[in-house]
């Protein structure tokens, strides 16, 4: 195995490059929305580090967890909080920042702020008042865990984003018949002391074949990113302690193509809804399976997905 060359580190490239950045335009009266490190404080963008250092006040999800990142970088702007519990009263303070000429950053504890995170309210409250809003992408675990896992292409490069799992099981169950039902990768996210449960949780909404990729501490010294059959991940959780440590971003593959040709036939749709009407889903699905030849594994977890879409409507 050869070794990994040294990396040279080249204070004219630095330097240069510091400076094209800086010598971009940086608009006043402007709420920067700055995407932060998701874990590895490498990620931090140039742009993005010239930004935070150029603004007059950042605005915080967590001052504490940001002023570590701002002292690594050695920004030393000054912090005002901006999290889901103030969000209202810090949008207004931003707003008449920005009505004094500053420049304002927005950021969340990871990521980009105002999606899945706080900021989207602060965003919303800027353009309505006519300020301009400038995204300074960076890292993002929904884009790193689909770069990890091959699950798209760019022939087929479809997926959707639900967000966090609803904590509680019914709640839980319900949202992942409507979300696993969607033909499209699905990417979620999930925290470690909930994981078993929601692992059971899928298993039971799609069933033992689907397959299930679990990206955890994404960017961080203990990354790991595996796909499993739904049947397989319990045991693999259960093989070592530190498999289910860490911040999970889960991606539910999209459905098997005879799961996706049945919900696209509304004849076996109208069969399995009128089988529910008077059998379990198991003998819905067992029946259904004799009369379509579609698989009984892809109509029970179809039939447990309009089942509990039924529920909720």
């Known amino acids: 195995m050869s070794e990994t060359p040294d990396f040279v580190d080249s204070q004219t490239t630095w330097n240069r490059l510091t400076e094209r950045v800086a010598g971009q335009t940086w608009p006043q009266a402007t709420l920067y929305v700055v995407a932060t490190p998701i874990g590895n404080l490498g990620d931090l963008s140039l742009r993005a580090w010239q930004t935070l250092a150029r603004c007059d006040v950042i605005a915080a999800e967590d001052t504490r967890a940001s002023r570590s990142l701002l002292d690594a970088w050695g920004v030393r702007t000054p912090l005002m909080a901006a999290h889901r519990h103030n969000e209202a009263g810090a949008a207004e303070a931003i707003v008449a920042r920005l009505a004094g000429g500053e420049r304002v950053a927005l950021i969340s504890d990871a990521g980009a702020p105002a999606v899945s995170d706080p900021g989207a309210r602060i965003v919303r409250a800027v353009r309505e008042a006519g300020y301009g809003v400038v995204a300074i992408p960076g890292a993002s675990a929904v884009i790193t865990a689909l770069m990890a896992s091959g699950v798209t292409s760019d022939e087929n490069p479809a997926f959707v984003f639900a967000g966090f799992m609803p904590p509680k099981a019914t709640a839980r169950q319900k949202w992942l018949a409507r979300w696993c039902a969607v ?131």
């Open 183 to 313: 033909a499209a990768p699905v990417v979620m996210f999930e925290s470690p002391h909930r994981l078993e449960a929601a692992v059971r949780d899928l298993l039971q909404v799609c069933g033992a074949d689907r397959l299930l990729t679990l990206a955890r501490e994404l960017t961080k010294r203990f990354e790991q990113v595996v796909t499993l059959p739904l049947g397989q991940v319990a045991a693999w959780l259960a093989d070592d302690a530190h498999h289910s440590q860490g911040e999970f971003v889960l991606i539910v593959h999209q459905p098997p193509a005879d799961q996706t040709a049945a919900e696209a036939d509304p004849q076996t749709l109208v069969l399995l809804d009128a089988l529910l009407e008077s059998v379990s889903v198991r003998d819905a699905a067992r029946i259904a399976a004799k009369v379509t030849g579609v698989s009984r594994d892809t109509l029970y977890a179809l039939a447990l997905a309009r089942q509990r879409t039924a529920i909720v409507d």
